[in-house]
């Protein structure tokens, strides 16, 4: 990934905010390989954060563990270097977490937010303490970086600077997309009584908020149709705009990429090795699939020596890699947010085959700038004709990495220090 400069070392800026609060649970344990998705956007945010900020505090909710073997001081510098950010990060323990594995423990958690597994991390008194102990005295605002961040701030009852609020997913509708794949069993039925307590405690988090971000327009309709009043800004993810499009040195090579600790990209990787490939290589037989991603392990079928199909895990550069590449696929069927494997492959020019799911919340066309099928048969013939067309594939990648500059991280952090200044003028 490029390295972004960082924004926050002028001594001559204009600060809006003296201290800003950011809460998350997403710590970059290691630097080097926070490069997926949720880290890319939130390394963005800070960065819009920084830019406007004399001081920015950042309390990450880790593991025990993690904080016994974190040099504080390190990590500071690392981010600093790799990030572009110069942050103050503090680190709280989180909750002892125990999953709820069996239909009792399930279906009490429905009545407890407190007990939701996307809440019960954060929700001690620790947490809320070691909160309130921060912001106090000159925090302007509190930004609050997804929902599983924000119990602490439940649970303080004393007066509180404005919140911002980073609702990249919205969490109960992916809740439910979620429980609607296979496989089913009875079990599972009792993690449909846990949507309305995550429903009603994500409106909680948007009404409290002065400003809440989506990725999409999409999910801010939806978000305004419940709560009219709320102010909800749409900031879709953005990707560091590569200075030229792919080469695609390789004609027959389709490119998988994720991070698989995330179980959709894991569905998606599946999915795609054993029921989308063995199609295309029938139309298609000199394919490849080459699968890149951090804890590629993860993936059921690792390890198995299907033909043509390459697990490259971890990549240091995945310009690389693009370079080579004919195809992106994007075979998603859960999950929520936008896809920044999509933007990154339309970045580099590459044509893009992904399901409806996979492409929800972005302005790509179908036909035009992406190829949106999510029935495996026509997904397969849409890669082949794309193998077999160098031509089309042309096409469509020049079209999407066109319209992907509207993603670029500049305008991304241009928008979003806009609409946190804007919170700072009321």
Excluded at 168 to 185: A, I, Q, Y
Excluded at 195 to 216: D, K, Q
Excluded at 354 to 368: I, P
Excluded at 389 to 407: M, T
Aim: with cysteine; charged share 25%; hydrophobic share 40%.
């Amino acid at each position: 990934m490029n390295q972004i400069s960082s924004v926050s070392d002028c001594s001559n800026a204009i600060y809006t905010f003296r201290k800003v609060v950011v809460l998350s649970r997403c710590f970059p344990e290691n630097i080097d390989s926070a490069v997926y998705g949720i880290f890319q956007r939130f390394r963005s945010l800070l960065h819009s954060i920084c830019a406007i900020s004399k001081e920015v505090h950042v309390v990450f909710f880790v593991d025990k563990n993690i904080i016994d073997k974190t040099d504080v001081i390190v990590f500071k510098k690392n981010i600093h270097d790799k990030w572009g950010v110069d942050i103050t990060p503090l680190l709280c323990s989180t909750e002892k977490f125990v999953g709820n594995n069996n239909f009792k423990d399930g279906f009490f958690s429905a009545f407890s937010m407190d007990r939701l597994e996307l809440f019960a991390p954060c929700s001690g008194e620790t947490q809320s303490s070691f909160v309130e102990s921060k912001i106090a005295g000159d925090t302007d605002l509190i930004f609050v970086h997804r929902l599983n961040s924000y119990f602490p701030v439940f649970a303080i009852n004393s007066k509180l600077p404005p919140i911002a609020f980073d609702l990249d997913d919205v969490e109960h509708k992916k809740w439910f997309r979620d429980l609607s794949l296979p496989p089913f069993w009875f079990g599972k039925l009792v993690y449909y009584l846990h949507l309305p307590l995550l429903f009603f405690g994500e409106m909680r988090a948007v009404r409290r908020s002065a400003i809440t971000f989506v990725c999409s327009d999409k999910d801010r309709r939806y978000l305004n149709i419940i709560n009219p009043n709320v102010n909800v800004r749409v900031l879709p993810n953005s990707v560091d705009f590569p200075d030229k499009p792919s080469s695609r040195r390789r004609p027959n090579v389709l490119l998988f990429v994720g991070t698989y600790t995330y179980f959709p990209n894991v569905e998606a990787a599946e999915r795609l090795i054993n029921r989308i490939f063995p199609l295309i290589k029938i139309g298609a037989p000199e394919a490849e699939l080459w699968l890149v991603g951090n804890k590629i392990e993860n993936i059921p079928s690792f390890g198995s020596n299907i033909q043509s199909v390459k697990y490259l895990g971890f990549v240091e550069s995945l310009e690389s890699i693009c370079d080579e590449a004919s195809i992106v696929c994007c075979p998603i069927r859960s999950g929520g947010g936008t896809r920044i494997k999509i933007i990154e492959a339309a970045a580099f020019g590459l044509p893009i085959v992904s399901t409806r799911v996979g492409a929800e919340g972005l302005d790509f066309e179908n036909g035009k700038e992406i190829i949106i099928e999510s029935d495996d048969k026509r997904f397969a013939g849409a890669c082949v004709s794309l193998l077999n067309s160098y031509d089309d594939g042309v096409n469509i990648g020049l079209n999407a990495r066109k319209l992907a500059r509207k993603y670029g991280r500049d305008n991304f952090i241009h928008i979003a220090k806009e609409f946190l200044k804007s919170i700072a003028a009321h």
